[in-house]
């Protein structure tokens, strides 16, 4: 590892393991609760929070350098285009009208 | 430096000597010499499925395969094509060979890694061939659901899981390679001083990294549903099968693009050498590969203009598709200009350049034909379909390698082949391709559709002209093996530079030392700078 490398304290990684902590509790809680359209929402903001959370702090991503965070959100701009084209089918099948279908 | 001086350490071939010495190597060039054993291994054996599929076609009736047997054939043809053939050819060979000494680099980043990705290649490629023996798999290279999760009763989960161990095998070496250009480089080796064949590789690796996982995604969702019944592809259980095909696509549209990325890189490099110029447009050609890796996400949907797709969302494909030939006819109008006023050299690359060049504009511009919503759906799943891609990966992915393979064949073996054979067996190919898939456009055009093992009789011309150029193509690879295996027996040996091309490559010794390089090099000129190039030395060999 190169000198100067930023290593997170112990108290950062409990305070993001506490916070982890907390957000599956909400997790468990709000599977509980009915919140009728945002039921799926919520589950995948709390979701995402969470996989931030790691992505940042735990694997360093946050001191790292600024190619190390291209390649990470690259990862979810490649995924983002995944949902959005593949969206871009699901959400406009009554758009446009075929003949004899 | 004189050629004396530089011959005097033991290549990488004989140091050390030994079987395990190869089995165990970290040597990328070894490496690089299994993959081009593995290769060349699958490309005869999806050869001889392709050999069957045409002596099937020669009559209407389906009088050589049933029906069943003749959908397995495809199937392995395609599967062991693509998967174990085209997507390794040139980066796991070529690339693996070249790339680190392109830039000055004594080894891939990553040299373990590199050695795992080969015996991953193996494990997924014989589990793929141990479904072949338990009774084939008859479903399309493409696997399509509800088929391939409900109805097929062959080996698809052997021969899917061979496929998604070999993606593995493709996101190492992609990593490896980025890790490479990015860290490796020799001092001096700036970003736009790396040959383009470098460019082509790191785009192509990035494709490898980015799209891969969905593939390997998307196989463990048909076992899920298989083994678990989640409902994803099957309607019956709330899935949807289009939902496959877009996980699908997208890797294997972007797969293409794995298959023709490293070929337009030899291409650039042959080009500049053939015509002894530098190459026109640099930085269009780079950025161009960079282009086509990202764009080329962009336009899966393509495949699925017939399918239950909305047709809004087929538009915003069609037109993506034609940005897509953007970059593509920035590469081919560049190479055009750099051969343009060139001092262009009759030898044997010159061959599958101008041989690419022409079956690769006819692919791409079929290509576009078939991104036109309309049109596809009168041309979807016809031979015209198959004739398109043919011309793609085989009249492009091929030729480019087999050009790289004989322009760097000096410097991997250290020895010459003939140039007369090379220069006919490049004829022959360029016929018998032209012979085989030009009459399947027309007869696509036709009617004719794909995956069937009989046809109506007004067909059969185009097929039987289509299976005697088969039979051109294939005595054309088969000189092309054995002038090869001749000349690692027999040949002259080759000099530093036979073909006087610029690049480091062609300042060390022919065959390479292990390291390479005996100190790590400087380098202060810009890449393909043909004004200071020396010049070709083919002719001064001599025979063993």
Not at chain 2, 67 to 86: C, E, P, R, S
Not at chain 2, 160 to 175: D, E
């Amino acid at each position: 590892m190169s000198s100067g490398h930023h290593v997170p304290t112990i108290g950062m990684c409990v305070r993001v393991w506490l916070a982890l902590l907390v957000l599956t509790g909400f997790t468990i809680f709000i599977a509980s609760q009915d919140l009728g359209v945002l039921n799926t929402p919520v589950a995948l903001l709390v979701a995402i929070t969470k996989a931030t959370l790691v992505i940042v702090f735990f694997m360093g991503v946050k001191w790292n350098t600024p190619l190390t965070k291209t390649v990470a959100v690259s990862g979810f701009v490649w995924l983002l285009i995944l949902f959005f084209m593949g969206m871009n089918d699901y959400l406009t099948r009554g758009w446009l009208g075929v003949a004899g279908r | 430096m004189k050629e004396a001086d530089v011959q005097q350490e033991p290549s990488y071939l004989g140091a050390p000597y030994g079987l395990a010495s190869w089995l165990l190597t970290k040597d990328h060039k070894r490496i690089a010499i299994l993959y081009l054993i593995s290769i060349t291994i699958f490309f005869a054996i999806g050869g001889s499925f392709a050999a069957m599929i045409r002596a099937e076609l020669v009559t209407p009736q389906g009088d050589f395969l049933t029906a069943d047997l003749y959908n397995k054939v495809f199937t392995l043809h395609g599967v062991v094509m693509i998967f174990f053939f085209l997507i390794p050819s040139i980066p796991a060979t070529l690339g693996n060979f070249f790339m680190p000494i392109m830039i000055g680099a004594k080894d891939l980043a990553f040299p373990r890694i590199n050695l795992l990705s080969w015996y991953i290649y193996v494990v997924g490629a014989t589990l793929t061939l141990a479904a072949v023996i338990m009774g084939g798999v008859d479903t399309g290279w493409t696997f399509y659901t509800p088929y391939s999760s409900i109805s097929s009763t062959t080996n698809v989960t052997t021969a899917a899981l061979g496929v998604f161990i070999t993606g593995f095998s493709s996101i190492l070496t992609g990593f490896n390679f980025i890790v490479t250009v990015h860290r490796m480089r020799a001092p001096g080796m700036t970003w736009f001083r790396m040959p383009l064949f470098v460019w082509a590789n790191y785009a192509t690796s990035l494709v490898m990294i980015l799209g891969t996982p969905v593939i390997a995604i998307t196989v463990l969702l048909i076992a899920a549903e298989r083994a678990l019944h989640l409902g994803v592809f099957d309607p019956r259980i709330g899935g949807d099968p289009v939902l496959f095909q877009h996980l699908f696509w997208f890797y294997s549209h972007p797969a293409v693009y794995i298959m023709i990325l490293p070929g337009m890189g030899v291409i650039s490099e042959l080009v500049a050498n053939v015509s002894r110029k530098q190459i026109f447009g640099y930085s269009f050609v780079a950025f161009s590969s960079l282009a086509i890796a990202i764009i080329g996400f962009l336009v899966w949907g393509h495949h699925m203009f017939v399918t239950g797709q909305s047709i809004y969302a087929g538009l915003v494909f069609s037109i993506i598709t034609m940005l897509v030939a953007v970059p593509s006819a920035v590469k081919t109008f560049n190479w055009t200009a750099t051969m343009y006023k060139g001092a262009v050299v009759w030898d044997s690359p010159l061959f599958w350049v101008l041989g690419f060049m022409g079956l690769f504009l006819i692919g791409g511009l079929t290509g576009l034909f078939l991104g036109a919503m309309g049109l596809d759906i009168h041309l979807h799943d016809t031979y015209f379909v198959v004739a398109h891609f043919h011309y793609i990966m085989v009249g492009g992915g091929v030729m480019a390698f087999l050009g790289g393979l004989h322009f760097y064949w000096p410097k991997m073996t250290g020895r010459m082949y003939s140039e007369p054979l090379a220069k006919v067996a490049s004829m022959l190919v360029f016929f018998g391709f032209n012979l085989t898939f030009f009459p399947q456009f027309i007869v696509g055009y036709m009617g004719m559709p794909r995956r069937y093992h009989s046809y109506p009789a007004e067909f059969q011309v185009f097929n039987v002209l289509s299976t005697a150029g088969a039979t051109v193509l294939g005595a054309g690879y088969l000189m092309i093996l054995l002038y090869l295996v001749y000349s690692i027996v027999k040949g002259p040996k080759a000099p530093m530079n036979p073909w006087g091309a610029t690049g480091l490559e062609w300042k060390i010794q022919s065959p390479p030392i292990t390291h390479n390089f005996h100190e790590t090099p400087v380098v202060t000129e810009e890449a393909y700078d043909y004004l200071h190039a020396p010049a070709p030395t083919r002719e001064v060999t001599h025979h063993e």
